[in-house]
């Protein structure tokens, strides 16, 4: 018997302390990344820091995973500030559209989860998902390059091509100790989280530079640019009625959606690796009712939107957390953070923020996926390309545009030609897809044809085409049948295909069978074929059902006996 086991006060206590030392490692991690964030999102850095607690107390209260921790999140970040800067100029305060933002991103996670839609994060297909994110990452990172290297831009919109021009025309006006600021921190990032993944890479450069920045007094004259005090009134609160004007929520909703839409699938990375270690159930539906209390605490509170954070959520797991109780943890370091400590970040530098938010966005980088596609199905990773470089030419909004369009086409292009088969029987009487079996061989005057998937109104006039095309290539076809064993569904549509098809090829002398509709399928045919005075097609519960009809009919007919 273990210990825990033989003493359940010292088990207790054991977890505890695991959750509070995982605890601390989560704050240590979420703080810098959190006021780094901010930048992206267009608010002042004390936004960042409430939002890490509103949104961990959030996402607890409203009964998410146990291991799962939610936070600041670059790729939302990111969105976030893109459908700020559509309401640019506004007479509401930045902070508190942000605000007025995490509480539309709650409401649509909530009413997802009242609709029973834990299904969202397939609505984009994860290439267009991994194009949206490597675009993000690039654009950001661009972006983020002249506050690394100490730089004036002239250019604060445009292209991303445009963008990249002024960077490169500015290069000779790089402020040297900022540049080598940043640089260090960047190398000390990436050596921390590749030899001493353990270590909160973010906290101890933040912690180190800005002791480096204060004591050397690198900040003074025109010197390393530095946060500054950090002003508790930059928060959203109350959040205004004006926030919530018909222009500005007609604005942010697109961007809102958007948001939880990658924002759950990413989400969704976080959770299967809590739920893995957990033996948790994976609960969709009950995963968007969380996120959406955790966006709407966030906002409440005047923080900016949030998801599910894979990074957090790995290092509490490895730190030995074991409930929620980690994340309360972080929450009330955060707090006293806020209360006691903001002074000490007054000398925390820009460029130490960059070289923070740049290697969070090198690690959602993934360049290996494409090039993995790329061996597995060309088209899908020509898709991923196609969507990443709409971002960088037409930046996210563009981005997510195109790669919406193009994932509706990729989706009515696999509706409209789905798999299909012609249907023979094998020598031990299986009824198999001839193109895959050589014993399988057709039935003489019998044609069988199966479809993989719904019979709709994107398919129906090309299916109706194909079995007329190979029925007539036959010559003998006396019986074309239709497996809809394995079709999901059917509509009006293909109801009245199906019916134009049964009337053509009845005009050759050949009937139209139907195996195993569905019974709703089915309701709709008998529905067309009445309204329309047509006599009811044959219908069979198998296959085997109607082969055997089909052969004792023409056995029959020779005055032979039929095959077995």
Known sequence: MNKESGNPGGGRLSRLRHDLVAGAGIW???TP??????????????????????????????????????????????????????????????????????????VFYLGFSFLKMGWIADLIPYPVLKG????????????????????????????????????????????IPTALLGM???????????YAPALPGPFVVLVASTLGVSVLG?????????????????????????????????????????????GYAKSIGALMYATERSGEDLNLDRELRALGGSNIVAGLGGGYAVAGSL??????????????????????LSVVVIAFFTPALATLPLTALAAIVITVLLGLSDFGYFARLWSQRRGECLLAIVVLLAVLLFDIVGGLLVGTVLALFALGRHVRSPPCAVVGRTPTGAFVDVAEHSQAREIPGMLIWRQYGPLVFLNARELA????????ARGDVRVVVIDATAAAGIDTTAANAFLAAARSLGAQGIELWLVNPRERGWLLVVQVTQAANAPLPPKFDSLQEAVDHYERTQSAARGTQPHT
């Open 465 to 472: 085409g194909k079995l007329k095309e190979l029925a007539a």
């Open 184 to 194: 260090i921190s960047l190398v000390t990032l990436v050596a921390l989280k590749r």
């Open 33 to 106: 990344v959190s006021i780094a964030l901010a930048g992206l999102v267009g608010v002042a850095p004390v936004v960042g820091l409430v939002t890490v607690p509103l949104a961990i107390v959030g996402y607890v209260l409203f009964g998410g995973s146990r291991l799962m921790v939610a936070g600041p999140d670059a790729a939302v970040a990111v969105l976030a500030g893109s459908t700020l800067a559509l309401v640019a100029g506004s007479d509401v305060p930045a902070a508190q559209l942000a605000a007025t933002l995490a509480l539309l991103v709650g």
């Open 311 to 332: 990074s957090a959520t790995a290092l509490s797991i490895q730190a030995g957390g074991r409930s929620q109780a980690a994340g309360i943890t972080a929450a009330v």
């Open 28 to 30: 240590a991690l979420l």
């Open 218 to 262: 690198l900040h003074a004259g025109p010197g390393i640019a530095v946060l500054g005090a950090i002003d508790l009134e930059g928060l959203a609160l109350p959040v205004p009625v004006a926030a919530f004007s018909l222009d500005t929520v007609t604005t942010l909703a697109p961007g809102a959606l958007a948001i939880v839409v990658i």
């Open 132 to 175: 949206l994110i490597e675009g993000l990452v690039w654009v950001t990172i661009l972006k983020q390059v002249d506050t690394l290297l100490g730089l004036e831009l002239t250019l604060s919109t445009g292209s991303t091509l445009e963008r990249l021009l002024e960077l490169l025309r500015s290069l000779q006006h790089i402020h």
